[in-house]
């Protein structure tokens, strides 16, 4: 007696075809049952009838499947994930093994070799934590978030250093990165520079509550206190709102953690070890990345606006104060007291208030009703101790940490010991004083 090894949906398919053969069930009914057309069936029942229940076994069983990965193609593909792309991600690592290595592989693929190998563990299903969603904004330029995200990016080749992210709401676009030392007025200042020459105004930017963006402890005064950034935005009628929550502010949050991932591993190949070559590099990583996710706004308008002769970027983006000139017109700012020097009668500008400001060369200007007043320095007072937020407290010791030598310098590559001359044996003194040995 012939045994004959069937599977669960081939058993179903066997009593379905009994109950046709007796006429106890119709062609439409097993087409329901077995979730097939009824021109499968009527295949099935042809094999039935002429073969018996060999009929409706599966002919692939045992047999190499026609997609099955090819073995060199396996092989190469595990050399390149344990050396060229170790570290990679499955879906990352599977675009630069098509892309670069012009491997014909799939993502699936790559992660359960890199599964097996001990290259991937598979992430646990997180319990889902339900936020209400808020749709994308219709038009591009018109909402774009913004943050900094602090990170080892060079992986040790230099120094870690914040990336200033400029994501559009609407497309998921990057409009801007910038590495920077840390995160600051000025830091904020330029990358937002870069994006408005490129693209134009956005209609506003969406921000954590960075002391940057927002005042925490505001004054006693009927008008609502500024940021230096924030005053900077409101000459050029850019709005800045601040979301209470990471989650409100979530695409350029998990953009932050795509660019940790994929970023990284791009300057690694490219062997990028400087904010400045990873700066210069970060054009084409926008492009691509843009490329691969950027996706179309429902509306086609533009909300950017361009720049107009009223905006002066080089004096709206400047740290800016008020102050009161004396009446031997001197002014006072950062410790430092500055003569006025001008060929108008001095009672002129008694009392009169004048706008100091300071760009990021720390080139200081002192403007009066809009135009330039000529100074000297007249007193620099003692520096005393400074109020250092957390945020900016590594920033600020490095300003005065030891410099540390290059990774190519003379001292990195000589010994720490260097040969010395074999010193001779000398015979001990008697009486064991070593000061005689001077005089020997």
């Not at 099935?44 to 099955?68: E, P």
């Not at 994308?136 to 870690?160: K, M, N, T």
């Not at 070890?273 to 490329?291: K, Q, T, V, W």
Request: proline share 4%; with cysteine.
């Amino acid at each position: 007696m012939e045994t004959i090894t069937m599977s669960t949906k081939e058993m179903s398919r066997l009593e379905v075809m009994q109950k046709l053969e007796e006429k106890r069930m119709g062609q439409k009914e097993a087409s329901r049952i077995l979730g097939i057309s009824i021109r499968h069936i009527k295949r099935l029942l042809k094999n039935y009838r002429q073969q018996g229940a060999v009929g409706l076994v599966s002919r692939h069983r045992g047999r190499t499947g026609n997609h099955r990965l090819q073995a060199e193609v396996k092989k190469k593909a595990l050399d390149l994930l344990k050396s060229k792309y170790q570290g990679f991600g499955p879906t990352l690592a599977c675009e630069k093994l098509v892309e670069k290595e012009k491997l014909k592989i799939s993502d699936e693929s790559v992660r359960q070799l890199m599964i097996a190998e001990g290259l991937w563990k598979p992430h646990k299903i997180k319990k889902e934590v339900v936020h209400q969603l808020r749709e994308r904004r219709a038009c591009f330029g018109e909402l774009v978030q913004i943050d900094g995200s602090p990170h080892d990016w060079f992986e040790g080749r230099s120094e870690a250093c914040v990336l200033l992210v400029f994501i559009d709401d609407a497309t998921g676009k990057l409009v801007q990165l910038r590495f920077v030392e840390s995160e600051s007025f000025f830091s904020y200042c330029a990358a937002a520079e870069g994006y408005f020459r490129q693209y134009g105004k956005p209609g506003a930017f969406y921000s954590d509550k960075h002391s940057i963006f927002r005042v925490h402890t505001p004054g006693t005064g009927k008008t609502e206190a500024l940021t230096q950034f924030g005053r900077a935005m409101q000459a050029l009628d850019i709005q800045i709102l601040c979301a209470n929550s990471p989650q409100a502010k979530g695409r350029v949050e998990r953009v932050n953690q795509t660019l940790q991932d994929r970023l990284v591993k791009e300057m690694r190949l490219r062997n990028l070890s400087s904010m400045a070559e990873g700066n210069a590099y970060l054009p084409e990583f926008i492009a691509d990345f843009n490329l691969r996710f950027a996706v179309e706004p429902r509306s086609s308008f533009n909300a950017h606006r361009t720049l107009n002769a009223q905006d002066d970027l080089a004096t709206l983006l400047t740290w800016q104060e008020q102050r009161l000139v004396s009446k031997n017109l001197t002014i006072q700012f950062e410790k430092v007291v500055y003569q006025i020097q001008t060929q108008r009668p001095s009672y002129a500008l008694r009392n009169a208030s004048v706008t100091v400001c300071v760009n990021a060369q720390q080139q200081l200007t002192i403007l009066y009703k809009g135009k330039s007043l000529p100074y000297a320095i007249y007193h620099h007072q003692a520096k005393q101790s400074e109020v250092v937020t957390p945020k900016d407290l590594d920033a600020a010791l490095k300003e005065h940490a030891p410099l540390k030598p290059a990774p190519n310098h003379p001292w990195r590559t000589q010994p720490l010991f260097p040969s010395q001359k074999k010193i001779r044996n000398v015979p001990a003194p008697r009486g064991g004083d070593i000061s005689n040995l001077e005089n020997g």
